[in-house]
């Protein structure tokens, strides 16, 4: 499995936390699947680059671990002095059959990424065979999401799916972030409209656009999303 991709970007003005679970995308826990996901992130315009590789393992009935590395480079040309690179580890813990909690900690390689803990609780609700949500809140701890001066920043995020029978399914994202000292510096209302294909050998492709609507830190320009799951 592979996914070449030329990745170019200028500024990236989303509140950190929101990508950086191991997840790609939002999923509802299940009991002993496991999932390797490869992704790619980018607004297309000039060098800047995020490609999350992540490990997902099922353990048991009510378990789920998550390791992932991400490569980033943050500015608008290739610079050493930019690069990022970060080890995440996961646990999520289904609770109920529709309520899990998780934690995912970073830890920076190099000295230009920090460390960070995530801490999230999610509701899965089934409304129909065909349409399903999950709602979501999380909040981030210390530097490596926050920066140095954020105490904690925090999300609300609600993603539906519609399947449109085994192979297509429309997905996407709500949410609101902010930070929780400075409110109106942080915060940003965004939405991410995209679909998901399930291809015929258990691999899944997914494909997002974050958009800002509002907030000092709404995404803008548009992000594009791509990422390549298979399941085994």
Do not use: C
């Amino acid at each position: 499995m592979f996914l070449i991709a030329f990745l170019m970007v200028e500024a990236w003005t989303l509140n950190p936390l929101h990508h950086a679970q191991y997840s790609f995308y939002p999923k509802p826990f299940r009991k002993n699947t496991s999932e390797i996901q490869l992704g790619a992130r980018s607004t297309l315009d000039r060098v800047d680059a995020e490609v999350p590789l992540a490990l997902i393992y099922g353990l048991g009935n009510s378990t789920e671990i998550g390791l992932k590395y991400q490569f980033s480079n943050r500015g608008q040309d290739f610079d050493k002095n930019q690069l990022k690179n970060s080890l995440g580890f996961g646990l999520k813990v289904a609770i109920s059959k529709i309520e899990t909690i998780q934690m995912d900690v970073q830890v920076g390689l190099g000295q230009n990424a920090g460390n960070g803990v995530i801490v999230g609780y999610d509701i899965y609700h089934a409304l129909t065979k065909s349409f399903q949500t999950i709602y979501q809140s999380k909040v981030s701890l210390f530097e490596g999401h926050n920066g140095s001066k954020e105490i904690a920043l925090v999300e609300f995020g609600l993603y539906p799916r519609v399947r449109f029978g085994n192979s297509f399914h429309v997905i996407s994202g709500l949410s609101y972030s902010t930070s929780i000292t400075s409110m109106v510096d942080y915060s940003a209302f965004d939405i991410s409209p995209g679909f998901e294909i399930r291809l015929n050998n258990g691999s899944k492709l997914q494909f997002l656009v974050d958009m800002g609507i509002a907030g000092a830190s709404k995404q803008e320009p548009f992000l594009f999303n791509l990422g390549l799951i298979y399941d085994f």
